[in-house]
């Protein structure tokens, strides 16, 4: 089966760096797109970034952007998303995703999901 596993959570002083790992096995994922999300207490989950396993083409959400890169190392099976310049609302949970379609919006519709790993930041 198609397993997602995050790692690399932790707590951080505001504009401070983390950076997330997602090992991937079960299957080649070189025609998967692959997304971080993020889930706060009592807010909806919401997309953070994506990119496609073999073309590399990422995307990321406004929020975001300019601050988190999103990548990923063939030979490890893993993908990692670097986040620098943390703010006390990027604290959340953050999820690894995965999809093997590409017929919907690069933000929807994934299959596969890790158990979450936890990011807070402090003021």
């Known amino acids: 089966q198609v397993q997602l596993v995050e790692s690399g959570g932790g707590l951080v002083q505001a504009g401070g760096s983390l950076k997330l790992s997602c090992a991937t096995s079960?299957?080649?994922?070189?025609?998967?797109?692959m997304g971080w999300f993020r889930q706060a207490p009592g807010k909806e989950r919401e997309f953070a970034a994506a990119?496609?396993?073999?073309?590399?083409?990422?995307y990321y959400a406004a929020s975001v952007k300019g601050r988190f890169t999103i990548s990923r190392d063939n030979a490890e099976n893993t993908m990692y998303l670097q986040m620098n310049n943390l703010k006390p609302e990027d604290t959340a949970v953050y999820y690894c995703?995965?999809?093997?379609?590409?017929?919907?919006?690069?933000?929807?519709?994934?299959?596969?999901w890790g158990q979450g790993t936890q990011v807070t930041v402090s003021s």
């Open positions: 995703a995965a999809r093997f379609h590409s017929y919907w919006r690069y933000d929807q519709k994934y299959d596969y």
């Open positions: 079960g299957r080649s994922f070189s025609g998967a797109l």
């Open positions: 990119i496609a396993w073999s073309e590399g083409v990422t």
